[in-house]
């Protein structure tokens, strides 16, 4: 099938007419939407936002040094960790909700159900503070202030995507051809055998993308670190608009483009994957093709 053929399989190709009509509305888009970065633009030249003297003090070496980069390395930690969780957590509920046993789907359902209902930020707030009632980390533990902020932050994270990363893995699953379960049960494979080995690994590679778009989503998430103080990004950028009141829009607007220079590297390593999947992917398909063309020649050949 050709690209032009792919792209026109869900609707009808434009005509003349509609081809015109389509570049002329592009073009008033463009427009409009250049027409409002213009007014915007005007309106923060006139509060002197351009201005260089509002951007020396963010972008001091010294302020650089001691705020942003270890704002940018515990963004990543609480990234780092929050994710790990969030897929033991996906992965162990995804299968719990397709499981054999009534109470672990009931279980695994309940999870999955009540997590993802709740605003992510409500629940990083109310776990951090019932432990600030009754101490139970800090006191029994011992462990700092900053290790008390990271635990229930990661807990948020981890807690919230796994329940969504778990039903990503459940409609993976469900969306599975059911011959590729009934095969590993004719070759005698367990239940257990045939998800471990048949199921998950082809379930893995085709929801990658998805799975990976997920956790894009979850390095932004930490920004809600901020409403218990942990040192992210968002919540340096408020330190240091604080101490340089007249620099407190531009201390935002750096760490919003610190954010956007990691999520664009994190989608660009998305892409990169979805493609080396593809790529490992189109190989065996392409084989599998040959080989049945050839024993359909041979065959031809053979009824000849």
Do not use: C
Request: glycine share 10%; charged share 10%.
């Amino acid at each position: 099938m050709s690209r032009q053929n792919e792209s026109t399989v869900l609707f009808d190709a434009l005509g003349p007419k509609g081809r015109q009509r389509s570049a002329i509305a592009s073009v008033i888009s463009a427009v409009v939407i250049l027409g409002i970065l213009a007014y915007v633009a005007s309106v923060l030249a006139g509060e002197g936002f351009f201005e260089s003297s509002r951007w020396v003090n963010p972008l001091d070496a010294l302020v650089v040094q001691n705020t942003w980069v270890p704002a940018i390395l515990d963004t990543l930690l609480a990234f780092a960790l929050g994710s790990v969780l969030a897929l033991v957590l996906g992965v162990l509920f995804g299968f719990g909700r397709i499981s054999r046993f009534g109470l672990t789907r009931w279980a695994s359902a309940g999870y999955v159900q009540f997590f993802r209902a709740l605003p992510l930020i409500l629940l990083i707030w109310i776990s951090f503070t019932i432990d600030g009632h009754f101490g139970f980390t800090t006191h029994t533990l011992g462990w700092s202030t900053e290790a008390r902020r990271l635990t229930f932050l990661v807990l948020g994270l981890g807690v919230y995507n796994g329940a969504v990363l778990a039903e990503i893995l459940r409609a993976g699953v469900a969306a599975l051809p059911p011959g590729q379960a009934m095969a590993g049960y004719a070759v005698g494979l367990r239940h257990g055998q045939v998800q471990r080995l048949v199921v998950l690994p082809q379930v893995l590679r085709n929801m990658l993308p998805a799975v990976l778009a997920q956790l894009v989503i979850l390095l932004k998430d930490t920004s809600l670190g901020y409403v218990i103080t942990y040192p992210e990004l968002l919540h340096s950028a408020n330190i240091i608009g604080r101490d340089y009141g007249n620099s407190f829009l531009q201390a935002l607007f750096i760490a919003a483009f610190i954010y956007f220079v990691m999520a664009y590297a994190l989608s660009k390593l998305v892409v990169l994957v979805e493609r080396r999947m593809r790529k490992k992917t189109a190989a065996p398909k392409a084989a599998a093709q040959l080989e049945s063309t050839v024993a359909g020649g041979q065959a031809g050949v053979g009824v000849i």
